[in-house]
């Protein structure tokens, strides 16, 4: 079983920066593709950005598109969400997911995904 850990949350002032790291348990983490997720309390789930096992590929919701990248390296079993430009409404508990065959598909929060982590708690004041 993979096993993931978030970390890197904490809080910023807006337009400030942050960046989250999601790390695997176990080497096999560099075959699936990865997630980034958000979700603030009384809201549902929201797909942020994903990224395919080889890093060839990413996408990012409109709400992240030109304000956060998504990247990996399988030699650390880690996958990093760097977020710039911060909003209020990025406050949210992040967590990160992984799948062995869903990439594209991640986009619908309703689809099950392999493995979750925790998650890590953003909190972006005005």
């Known amino acids: 079983q993979v096993q993931l850990v978030e970390s890197g949350g904490g809080l910023v002032l807006a337009g400030g920066s942050l960046t989250l790291s999601c790390t695997a348990s176990?080497?096999?983490?560099?075959?699936?593709?990865v997630g980034w997720f958000r979700q603030a309390p009384g809201k549902e789930r929201e797909f942020v950005a994903a990224?395919?096992?080889?890093?060839?590929?990413?996408i990012y919701a409109e709400s992240a598109k030109d304000r956060f990248i998504i990247s990996r390296d399988n030699s650390e079993n880690t996958v990093y969400l760097q977020m710039n430009s911060l909003k209020p409404e990025d406050t949210a508990l992040y967590s990160c997911a992984a799948d062995l065959s869903q990439f594209r598909e991640m986009v619908d929060t309703t689809r099950r995904l392999d493995y979750w982590g925790q998650g890590t708690q953003v909190t972006v004041s005005s």
């Open positions: 176990e080497s096999h983490f560099k075959s699936y593709s």
């Open positions: 990224i395919t096992w080889n890093g060839r590929n990413t």
